[in-house]
């Protein structure tokens, strides 16, 4: 990675058990540091994170063909120059590469993304200009395979939240809605803003409490942290619960205004939300 790259280990689980070929998950976070070293010209941080994830039906459908049940994630992030959508939509494009003619192949991530497909495995990317990269990948735990008998998962008790009244911002629209309709389900009372400035707007015309502000943290113009500062000075009894699809170890890097503020990391159930904006009120 070179000298002027840290490389942070951050492992969230006590276990992380997957099957598959050694040589083939070598070829995957050696073909994610070498994409993340060239994003990192002027050097920056390397980080790799795991954990053992339960995904729910409702994740499920809106993320087909994977289906409900244990997976390990391996999230890769660096604090890089990022990508446009554009770019993103194209990154597992066999010969695809923004590198000058000769630095690249542009196979790579093709590469990865063929050897998650095989292994049972999913894998999204996150990034902005500027903001860096996370790749997560979704690879089957195995870990009941080696266990005489399955674990099964506690049923979450979570209580409904007639009333509750959440401003939800959040600038793509597929998620927006999808949040907007899990939180109303439950019985919350939603306002949605697609960034930081219509979220300041529709607070402003609001006639009442806010109980709590679901935010992301990287948006086009204001971003969450911003957000926060002007929500809290006019509602101070207002909570905040962050999401993103950058890890937490990541965002940290770039602003330690996210401190102490519970994040929601993309992608997530209807139970990790619900959850999490529950300990928030509590």
Known sequence: MGDDVDIVLAPRSQSAIIEIDPGLFDQIV??????????????????????????????????????????????????GTGMDQTTVGRVFEPFFTTKEVGKGTGLGLATVYGIVQHGGGHIWVYSEPGSGTTFKIYLPSAEDRLDEESRPQAEV??????????????????????????????GYHVLEAKDGGSAIELLAAHNGPVDVLLTDVVMRGMGGPELVAKVVASHPATRV?????????????????TEGIPLLEKPFTRSALLSALDAALQ
Do not use: C, W
């Open 30 to 79: 050696l073909n994610l540091a070498v994409n993340s070293r060239d994003a990192m010209p002027r050097g920056g941080k390397f980080i790799l994170e795991t954990a053992s994830v339960e995904l729910d039906e409702v994740f499920t459908a809106q993320h087909l063909p994977m289906k409900p049940g244990r997976y390990i994630l391996l999230a890769v992030s660096d604090t």
């Open 157 to 186: 008790t979570i209580r409904r939240r007639e009333g509750t009244t959440v401003l939800l911002v959040e600038d793509d629209e597929i998620m927006l809605s999808l949040t907007r309709k899990l939180l109303e389900q439950n």
């Open 241 to 257: 619960v962050f999401m993103s699809g950058y890890t937490g170890e990541l965002i940290a890097q770039h602003d330690k205004m």
